[in-house]
């Protein structure tokens, strides 16, 4: 069975601070994996996206995220936040079939 | 302007009743899929269309029905036996490769049941 699991529910930081998001994920086969963001009331964005190749994605608004097989990990970073950056972020994979397997989710909350 | 639309951005529904929510799309995407969001829970698949005329239910399929008559529109019924159907539901797209490219969302609909 393949899962994704998001190990923070909330991620208070900073404005102009660094953060991390942590995903970790489950899976017997080969996967894809994704980040998207959700601001409030809205549908999801994609953010990025990992299909093969280099480890280390770069994506929409500075954000990146590493691919790290041995550790089974997707980490979402951003080396300095901004306030419009407050929103709810979702790791997510694909494996063989077509459906994809959300996270529970990430609520970021920037403080001045 | 390609993209995903949904209707009614809010919706109120009395218990008992049956409520359609609407999404179409012009991306000329063949495969759509709703899902259905709860606080701290994500989002969990109910169903799944990979082609006109086909459709297949998803993780929490229970209590609601779909249709797939044109490629464009993908309309959800909640029915009266989906037993807490207040929710943020979501649709998307996805087109081409379904393996490696990304699912588009639509703006969401939130229901809630008086």
């Known amino acids: 069975a393949q899962s994704v699991t998001q190990l923070d529910s909330q991620v208070p930081v900073f404005e102009e601070a660094p953060v991390e998001l942590r995903c970790n994920y489950s899976?017997?086969?080969?996967?894809?994996l994704f980040w998207y963001v959700q601001y409030p009331n809205q549908g999801l964005q994609l953010l990025l996206k990992?299909?093969?190749?280099?480890?280390l994605v770069k994506g929409i608004n500075g954000f990146e995220a590493e691919f790290n097989k041995s550790q089974t990990s997707f980490h979402l970073r951003k080396p300095s936040v901004h306030i419009s950056d407050t929103a709810e972020y979702f790791c997510?994979?694909?494996?063989?079939?077509?459906?994809?397997?959300f996270g529970s989710g990430t609520r970021l909350s920037i403080r001045p | 302007d390609g993209g995903i639309t949904q209707s009614p951005k809010y919706l109120f529904r009395k218990e008992g009743q049956n409520v359609t929510l609407s999404c179409e799309q012009n991306?000329?995407?063949?495969?759509m899929y709703w899902y259905r969001q709860d606080p701290g829970q994500g989002l969990r698949l109910i169903y799944y269309s990979q082609i006109v005329n086909d459709f297949q239910k998803g993780d929490i399929a229970e209590g609601y029905s779909v249709s797939r008559e044109k490629k464009e529109s993908f309309p959800l019924t909640v029915t009266s036996a989906q037993k807490n159907p207040t929710a943020f539901y979501l649709c998307?797209?996805?087109?081409?490769?379904?393996?490696?490219?990304?699912?588009?969302f639509g703006p969401g609909t939130r229901l809630t049941v008086l």
């Open positions: 998307a797209c996805q087109g081409g490769d379904r393996v490696h490219n990304e699912q588009f």
């Open positions: 899976s017997s086969v080969s996967v894809y």
């Open positions: 997510a994979l694909r494996g063989s079939a077509s459906k994809i397997i």
């Open positions: 991306l000329n995407h063949d495969a």
């Open positions: 990992y299909l093969s190749g280099s480890t």
